[in-house]
């Protein structure tokens, strides 16, 4: 599948290598600063350019173009989603995901990358299982390292490879046992020029930092299930309980995941009192000796509202099986502007 | 481990051992030695015994690869260390290994012998990395030995190590394609493997090596439908991709009778997004429509895959919802395909690339069906903010479900587009307007009118592209438009943009008696500007020449020849060529008479209007979701989607045989080895439900009945149904969940409990209820659910008469579908099919071995692995007396311990029982080592009550709430009698 990656800077530097199958040259990259020339922005690169020989599909983030080779038909959002997954690991690893830290860390990365796919095709790309493998680098780790000269791979074996919870590794220890969710709302608008709003939906997700102890079973059951109707659940969430009982029964991955997303397509304001109507006002300014645009910008909103989840969303209540102990439990609702626009 | 300090670090580590020649020789400046001096100095390193000197080394060389540096000439030095003890040495040797070792191939032949001792290793993990590593080594001397090594691994006793070698499958193959027919047997041994581990990447090893094999698929099916949900992602992907085409092999097309109702269907398809959109209407029309034709049944196989792959378009990887999405395009019935939109949508939140990918299938499906993605037409608004190539698929997509009763909202938005800043995205939208008035004749002339006016805009380009949209609209229906081509012909003197030019002088051309006036005073201004002009232009003001020349031949006969003179000295051939061929085709000359007669005929032909078309239209005769797809255009390796077969083929090769006395052992191994972890644990290799449940099968037979009617329509409604009820189903064989299921049922039995739950909740909503009530309602269950049934199985009968009926019911899983179904109620709970299982008797069986221990039959779970830290407890009734009580059925609890520690002291510690039940307690087991299982027999009185027995299982540390309930049958003991003492039994009962 996956033949080989290259990771380009905005300069056009290739700054990394892998190639999971016999090596191709990385000439092969021509055609993508072709595009990229084409394209004036880097976010008009095509996902997929066809070359004689391969196809390059890439995905562009934190400044850096992750450019995949392949040769033969594969879907185009299988490799897609594994490049994404990729930046992720790596944010997960190295806490930022760019161009110094990936040069700085470059055997862990190649160690990681070397795990993930297996004659391209993909081997272990759950964080979990991937960290059991690889041990991300952390400041007392590369002191001790220095030191002693002992390694970041794991000397026990993966055995979460073999566990009938893949998402999980085994034998995890906390002295204080914690639970975080946070259930982060955005709200996607256009409103026109007249100040009618012509869209607006709500996209949330329920974050989770679970730090617990041996092999946790949970409950979460929120107090208005209903308003959850389109979904998408992290592998972890038992998916008939959710549709018999309305109630995210899991056995969670150990550490930051997000546990669920959700779409609303209409955004349903409430009451408002007609005598106090809320405003938000603002002022543009342009900038002196800039000539005036053609037509009025749009105008990109950004706000944040704290506690509050504004579909009206609650978690009722987190219970743990399977385990003795009492864990800390948190729960915090945020509402933000998502993709909130005012056109003028 | 940084690269940086690394480097540092090895100047400390140079002051070291055997480092003199650094500062040896001082000419060595350049950069060239000093490279040589590098490696020369990492050979060294690489000699040493220090292991974090080799591991610095490693480190170093890998960090030169990743770089792009070549690093071969260290190859003898690096290959050394192969068998090197340190894990992180010994990994980067492989990555450096495989990487080269096709470079250096008789070199790596020496580290072969290492891996072929890995591969017997006792530990699964050196196995399989063993295997990974040899396998990546692309040298074909070892062709052979890997073949071997594969074919081992295969039948491996661990699932880890079956995967790695389904990997290795594809990298052999590529090695050498001549061991095709071997890797085949060894794809096919894979096939059957029941782990959901090795599932996708055995898939994925087909798909590379044998695709055309889809016979291979046939007996493997159904486990893979049932597995599904629990492979991970990637693997399902790949699955679901194969799947789609496997079932265009084997099934009938599910739309074939629609077509005939298409219109009908059409209709109540816009009003609803709901599966159920077909009304009674339609049926019947369909019932009339075609009474001649063969009803269509879906085939079971093919709703099992439909019903298995729905629930995974709420995965989070965009991949999988995608090939659900697809799978339901080119494979569910037309009413069914609606769901997949809402999932579709969902992706357009996530990143641009991935947006990108759905948009392009969003494109191909809303030209084929516009319905699906109508109520999210808002969806597809384009925001300031978004990239421009993502803004024209958002276009793209607008424009195809643009249609008579929302065109005014979608012309609205395009105003809003026509304002932007990016004119690539402007000159897009002014190409969307212009589609709009092709495809919806009642705004044609509101587009028309908006168009025009775009033509005083200040951007030449929004001119330009005006003015090409515009000619093609005017084409439709130029009489009327005598006006704006006048206005157009005015534009000549500002608009430079070729193309525009080109297309206002073809306009005038062609409409030239139009505007009688004005065209020969364009084409004397184009001759003055002639040689400026860009080609297309040139060939525009010959043919307008031609034209005038032939309708208006005494004022432009000089202009005509005047340009035609120009053209001919021209730079560019085709503007000659052209010039040479319009003069002897116009001008009348003595011998080529013939044609120039005829050139007014040539040249005012009417043309037909262009068609305005999406550029995604066909497009969906590639498999959606596929690279070839997006390219529009066959990526190598694409396997072509087949067309739905005429005639079905033969459905009984998915059964898959099971012997009758091995069904037992075999559902037991099964939930033994690898009882899949979420989904439900529906037999793998049981035939889909056609005849082993009890609601699927009466909906079965409805739908045959109804479809006796002649119509398909009503056959996929049902099915609809059936898939309700078969999720039901599914839901209710995870034996946790029956409970909850009971309860919902109950509840609904049950109207007073509704008012506990808060008052917005309704029925199935009211989960927040505290697992008290749980308890409540679940021994009520216990009563209720028998009772209603009674007409059936008389519960005073001790000796159950089991009818036929009753049998069916108990082989659950493994009943042959030719087996004709019946149709009791569909509400049987699964603890009364465990209640019927417990008597089952058929006339067959009615013989001395019912008294032997069935040990087998309904293995329940005690304790889970997950939950019980590695130790697993399953509990079976062995129906037999309890040797020490005869009071006390005996219960067989059944210990295994999956965790790497031994167990010790397992026993029974202070149960709390309800009155009258006792327990008589198993022997303590002192040690449980691991991967090993036990035995242990305890009795329980139950007291002929179907209450729970509740107690502690301990082990020497830890302790775990258990509880056991017995199904009424298991309470009853087997009595062997014939047929008389049995009726006279009866006849007894009756007279009480």
């Known amino acids: ?344 | 481990m940084s690269a940086a300090p690394a480097y540092s670090e090895d100047k400390g580590g140079s002051a070291g051992p055997g480092e003199p020649e650094y500062g040896h020789d001082p000419a060595s400046g350049g950069i060239f030695s000093s490279d040589y001096k590098r490696h020369d100095d990492l050979k060294e390193m690489l000699d040493t015994n220090k292991d974090s000197l080799k591991l610095e080394a490693m480190k170093r060389i890998v960090a030169m690869i990743a770089r792009g540096k070549n690093a071969s000439d260290l190859f003898p030095a690096v290959v050394k260390n192969v068998a090197c003890k340190n894990i992180e040495v010994k990994k980067l040797v492989y990555v450096y290994l495989v990487r080269y070792a096709e470079e250096q191939q008789d070199l790596a032949l020496l580290s072969i012998s290492t891996f072929q001792r890995g591969l017997k290793d006792p530990n699964q993990l050196i196995r399989a990395s063993a295997l990974r590593v040899l396998s990546s080594i692309r040298v074909p001397i070892i062709v052979p030995i890997m073949m071997l090594a594969i074919k081992e691994a295969a039948s491996d006793m661990s699932p880890y190590v079956r995967k790695t070698a389904a990997h290795a499958i594809p990298k052999l193959y590529s090695l050498d394609s001549d061991q095709k027919d071997q890797l085949i047997e060894v794809i096919e041994k894979l096939l059957a493997d029941k782990t959901t581990l090795v599932a996708g990447s055995v898939v994925m090893a087909f798909e590379e090596v044998c695709p055309e094999r889809i016979d291979l698929i046939h007996k493997n099916y159904r486990k893979l439908c049932n597995l599904l949900i629990d492979v991970e992602e990637w693997g399902q992907v790949v699955i679901i991709s194969m799947l789609t085409r496997y079932a265009r092999t084997q099934f009938l097309s599910p739309t074939q009778n629609e077509s005939l109702l298409e219109e009908n269907a059409e209709k109540a398809f816009y009003g609803s997004e709901e599966d159920e959109a077909k009304g009674a209407g339609s049926e019947e029309t369909a019932a009339a429509a075609a009474p001649s034709r063969k009803p269509y049944v879906m085939d079971p196989d093919h709703r099992l895959l439909l019903r298995n792959t729905k629930p995974l378009l709420q995965s989070r990887s965009a991949a999988v919802v995608m090939a659900v999405a697809q799978l339901y395009f080119h494979l569910a019935p037309k009413a069914e395909v609606g769901v997949i939109a809402k999932a579709l949508v969902r992706l357009l939140r996530s990143h641009s690339e991935v947006q990108y990918v759905v948009l392009q299938n969003v494109a191909t499906m809303s030209i084929k069906r516009r319905g699906m993605f109508e109520p999210y037409l808002k969806s597809f608004y384009i925001r300031s903010t978004d990239p421009t190539q993502i803004k024209i698929l958002k276009l793209e997509v607008l424009t195809n479900l643009a249609n008579e009763t929302n065109i005014p909202t979608v012309l609205r938005e395009f105003q809003t587009y026509i304002r932007s800043m990016d004119k690539d995205f402007v000159a897009a939208t002014i190409q969307a307007i212009g589609r709009c008035a092709t495809n919806i004749g009642r705004v044609r002339d509101t587009c028309l009118n908006g168009l025009v006016q775009l033509l005083s805009n200040r951007d030449e380009l929004v001119v330009a592209e005006s003015v090409v949209v515009i000619k093609k609209l005017l084409q439709m229906q130029p009489a009327q438009h005598g006006e704006i081509i006048k206005h157009l012909a005015k534009l000549t003197d500002n608009i430079q943009v070729p193309m525009a030019r080109a297309s206002i002088l073809w306009l005038i051309g062609e409409y030239c008696e139009h505007v009688p006036r004005i065209a020969p005073d364009v084409l004397r201004k184009m001759a003055k500007s002639f040689t400026a002009e860009e080609d297309i232009v040139k060939l525009q003001v010959i043919n307008l020449a031609a034209k005038l020349y032939l309708t208006n031949s005494k004022q432009t006969k000089l202009l005509t020849q005047y340009v035609l003179s120009l053209a001919k000295y021209d730079q560019n051939y085709d503007i000659r060529d052209r010039a040479r061929f319009t003069r002897q085709l116009i001008v009348p000359s003595e011998q080529g008479g013939a044609l120039s007669r005829h050139a007014k005929k040539l040249f005012l032909a009417p043309k037909p209007a262009p068609v305005l078309e999406s550029s995604f239209k066909d497009r969906d005769h590639f498999q959606l979701g596929s690279l070839s797809h997006l390219l529009n255009a066959k990526a190598t390796g694409y396997q072509e989607l087949p067309d739905w077969p005429e005639e079905a083929p033969d459905p009984s090769v998915r059964n898959v045989e099971v012997p009758e006395w091995t069904k037992c052992s075999n559902r037991e191994k099964r939930k033994e080895k690898e009882k899949p972890f979420y989904s439900d644990s529906e037999g793998e290799s049981g035939p889909t439900e056609s005849a082993d449940s009890d609601p699927e099968s009466e909906s079965e037979s409805d739908s045959k009945s109804s479809s006796e009617s002649g119509s398909g329509e009503s056959s996929s409604e049902s099915d609809n149904e059936d898939q309700d009820e078969d999720e039901e189903k599914g839901r209710g064989s995870e034996s946790e969940q029956s409970e909850e299921d009971g309860k919902r049922k109950t509840k609904k039995k049950v109207p007073e409990r509704k008012g506990e739950a808060s008052s917005s909740d309704e029925g199935s909503d009211s989960s927040s209820s505290s697992s008290e009530s749980e308890m409540t309602s679940e021994s009520e269950e216990e009563q209720l659910e028998p009772a209603s049934w009674s007409r059936k199985t008389p519960p005073s009968s001790k000796s159950a008469p089991a009818t036929k009926e009753i049998s069916l019911l108990d082989l659950e899983d493994f009943t042959p579908p030719s087996v004709q179904p019946v149709s009791p109620p569909a509400i049987v709970s699964t603890s009364l099919a465990a209640d019927l299982e417990g008597l089952t008797l058929t006339d067959s069986t009615l013989v001395p071995s019912l008294l032997s221990p069935v040990s087998g039959v309904g293995r329940q779970e005690l304790l889970h692995r997950v939950a019980g830290e590695g130790l697993a407890v399953d509990y079976t009734f062995s129906r037999q007396p309890f040797s020490g009580d005869p009071h006390m059925v005996s219960v067989h609890i059944h210990f295994s311990n999956s965790s790497d520690t031994p167990i010790k002291g397992l026993h029974v510690g202070t149960p709390k029982l309800p009155a009258g039940i006792s327990i008589q307690e198993f022997p303590e087991i002192e040690s449980l080592a691991p991967g090993e299982s036990a035995t242990a027999v305890m009795g329980i009185n139950f007291c002929d009550s179907t209450q729970a027995a509740n107690f502690q299982l301990c082990t020497q540390t830890r302790q775990f709430y258990v509880s056991i309930q017995p199904p009424v049958g298991e309470l009853m003991a087997p009595v062997f009698m014939s047929e008389n003492e049995f009726k006279k039994e009866q006849g007894l009962q009756g007279g009480h």
């Open chain 1, 1 to 344: 599948m996956i033949h080989s990656l290259f990771l380009i800077n905005s300069s056009g530097d290739i700054f990394l290598e892998k190639h999971w199958k016999s090596v191709v040259s990385r000439s092969v990259c021509d055609y993508f600063f072709e595009a990229q020339e084409r394209a004036t922005e880097a976010e008009n690169v095509p996902p997929v350019i066809p070359t004689p020989h391969h196809y390059l599909l890439s995905v562009y983030r934190h400044k850096i173009f992750f450019v995949a080779v392949i040769q033969t038909e594969v879907p185009p959002l299988f490799v897609i989603e594994f490049l994404h997954r990729v930046v992720d690991t790596f944010q997960d690893y190295f806490g930022v995901c760019s161009e110094p830290v990936i040069k700085d860390n470059v055997v862990v990365v190649y160690e990681v990358l070397e795990e993930m796919l297996d004659n391209g095709f993909p081997l272990a790309t759950e964080s979990n299982i991937l960290k059991e493998l690889i041990k991300p680098p952390t400041i007392l780790r590369t002191v001790v390292n220095t030191i002693t000269g002992s390694t970041n791979v794991g000397d026990q074996l993966p055995t979460g490879q073999l566990s009938v919870v893949p998402w999980r590794r085994t034998g995890v220890k906390y002295t204080n046992n914690e639970a975080y969710f946070d259930v982060i709302e955005e709200i996607d608008a256009i409103i026109d020029k007249s100040g009618s709003t012509i869209t607006a939906e709500i996209q949330g997700v329920i974050d989770a930092c679970v730090k617990l102890t041996g092999m946790p079973d949970l409950t979460l059951s929120f107090m208005n299930p209903r308003l959850l109707d389109d979904v998408s659940f992290h592998p972890c969430v038992r998916f008939k309980r959710w549709e018999s009982e309305r109630i995210l029964s899991f056995i969670p991955p150990d550490g930051n995941f997000r546990l669920l997303s959700y779409h609303m397509l209409s955004w349903d304001v409430g009451k408002i009192n007609p005598q106090k109507l809320p405003s938000l006002k603002g002022t543009m300014s342009l900038q002196a000796g800039a000539s005036k645009p053609d037509e009025n910008p749009t105008i990109n909103l950004q706000f944040k509202i704290q506690q509050l989840a504004i579909s009206g969303l609650k978690v009722n209540r987190l219970d743990m099986y399977g385990e003795k102990y009492k864990p800390f439990k948190g729960i915090k609702y945020m509402t933000k502007a998502g993709k909130f626009q005012v056109r003028t």
